[in-house]
């Protein structure tokens, strides 16, 4: 399973080809992989310190400072 989502297989047919009829099983039997996680955990990484230098600011909607709809 996991060479077939490498390659791209979508799950659905990755299911059919392997005999899985529910995600379920089809997760029971998925196995990790440590260079997937790794590079998962880098992607992460990546993405705190790119929010780091692109720090994000609260704009308030809806009119002028200290304005409230009823």
């Given at each position: 399973m996991r060479n077939l989502e490498l390659a791209g297989v979508p799950r659905s047919i990755?299911?059919?080809m392997?005999?899985?009829?529910?995600?379920?099983?089809y997760r029971?039997?998925?196995?990790?992989?440590?260079?997937?996680?790794?590079a998962a955990a880098e992607l992460l990484g990546?993405?705190?310190?790119?929010?780091?230098?692109?720090?994000?600011k609260v704009v308030l909607m809806g009119?002028?400072?200290?304005?409230r709809r009823a």
């Open positions: 990755a299911m059919e392997v005999g899985h009829k529910t995600e379920a099983i029971r039997y998925a196995i990790g992989d440590a260079k997937a996680r790794r990546q993405l705190h310190e790119d929010q780091k230098c692109d720090p994000r009119g002028a400072k200290g304005s």
